[in-house]
């Protein structure tokens, strides 16, 4: 004999009911800041897709073709969900990798081939995660410097994760000591400490009329309306 257990309605105070409410829809307008690393460039097949997806979600910063900065209300498993379905098409090859980073809880979720999801996994809780984004693949240098920072692996061809004892701004002073003026390099790590290097119409060279000796000759500053400007300023 089946049997059928009736519950009645809970019916709260006036007052509790609108501290639960006002939560909830707190919790529905919270905003939530993530850095989305992307195995794709902008030629590539399905890169405007996949970031026209993005766009979608909040408000988006690019660093570089596959770093973007993302403001939303919506959760990192949410995130997660929608852009890495946006990439599986038959137009983009399957193994285009993918990390959604959430700096205020140090938590990552990824999509990326055994090799380096393991390396990840093991490395995530010994020390600083690290994180470098740059756009010359062919400066040995510099890849030769991200190795020597402490145990790394390439996520794509130009975001590059290391385990290291660095902190995102020893890290950024040693990778951009030999620079070249046009290159972009931008370090940071899963708590959400950044610095970058942006070269780009957003800046502008200054020449000091007279020489100082204790002073660079030349300064290179953000102009007012770069988006770096306001981001990288909270970042530091």
């Known amino acids: 004999m089946k049997e059928t257990v009736l519950h009645r309605r809970i019916v709260l105070p006036a007052d509790q009911l609108k501290q639960e409410m006002a939560a909830q829809h707190h919790a529905k307008t919270d905003t939530h800041a993530y850095f989305i690393v992307l195995g794709m460039r902008a030629g590539d097949l399905g890169y405007r897709q996949v970031i ?13 073709d596959g770093l973007l900065y993302l403001t939303t209300t919506l959760s990192i498993d949410e995130v997660f969900k929608r852009v890495n379905k946006s990439i599986v098409d038959p137009g983009i090859p399957s193994d285009v990798g993918l990390l959604i980073l959430d700096p205020s809880q140090e938590q990552a979720k990824w999509y990326l081939n055994r ?7 093991e490395n995530w809780h010994n020390k600083s995660n690290l994180f470098v984004c740059h756009d010359n693949g062919a400066n040995k240098d510099l890849v030769y410097n991200i190795n020597a920072l402490g145990e790394a692996i390439p996520l794509s061809e130009h975001i590059w994760y290391v385990s290291t004892s660095y902190q ?4 950024y002073q040693i990778l951009t000591a030999d620079n070249h ?16 290097w942006q070269s780009d119409s957003n800046r502008i060279t200054i020449q000091l009329e007279h020489e100082t000796p204790d002073l660079p000759q030349r300064a290179t500053i953000h102009q007012p309306k770069s988006w770096q400007a306001s981001m990288l300023a909270s970042f530091l």
């Open 115 to 121: 090799d380096i999801s393991q390396v990840l996994v």
């Open 168 to 171: 995102p701004r020893e890290a």
């Open 52 to 64: 026209h997806e993005v766009s979608k979600l909040g408000e988006v910063a690019h660093f570089n």
């Open 181 to 196: 003026a046009d290159e972009r390099v931008t370090v940071f790590d899963a708590s959400g400490r950044a610095c970058s």
